[in-house]
């Protein structure tokens, strides 16, 4: 019975993650429909298959893992469509960690970026955002991260 219950897990699991592109039938183009994506010192990242939006009062608090790295966005703040500076001493920050060494680049407080958030609804968010994360003093990490291109589209846990 555990084993049944494994395997349509598995399959479902599945039919989650390949839903979340898909396929524009007049171009050929895969286009993004949910999970997080960006691009990381001009590389394509995708942390789509582990993506998460948890909301717990005025906090919002957006991340995903891949390969070691996780990319993660707080918003602590009343939530609403418009955009929020991602630096500074801001209440929005956002930062890259990576679990060798390990190291982590913030945004705050010499940082800057920007989050936009476009759709927000009880049970979903959606946005845009960019932002150039500076190495944390005293850690292992060195230089600045610049994330462009990133979107999100994520349901509200």
Do not use: H
């Not at 500076?85 to 705050?108: C, D, H, R, Y």
């Not at 920007?114 to 944390?136: M, R, W």
């Amino acid at each position: 019975m555990r084993f049944s219950r494994l395997i349509v897990s598995v399959f479902l699991l599945g039919f989650v993650v390949l839903g979340s592109c898909s396929k524009d039938s007049s171009t050929g183009a895969t286009t993004f429909t949910s999970g997080i994506i960006a691009t990381i010192d001009g590389s394509a990242w995708d942390g789509s298959s582990t993506a998460t939006a948890v909301k717990t009062g005025n906090t919002l608090n957006m991340q995903s893992t891949i390969n070691g790295q996780t990319l993660q966005i707080v918003v602590n703040e009343n939530l609403a469509v418009g955009t929020f500076p991602l630096g500074g001493f801001n209440s929005t920050m956002a930062q890259i960690m990576e679990l060798s060494g390990p190291k982590v680049w913030l945004t705050t407080p010499d940082g800057t970026g920007l989050l936009t958030i476009t759709k927000l609804t009880s049970t979903d968010i959606e946005g845009t955002f960019y932002f150039d994360a500076v190495a944390f003093t005293g850690g292992l990490a060195t230089g600045t991260k610049k994330v462009t291109d990133g979107k999100f589209a994520l349901k509200l846990m």
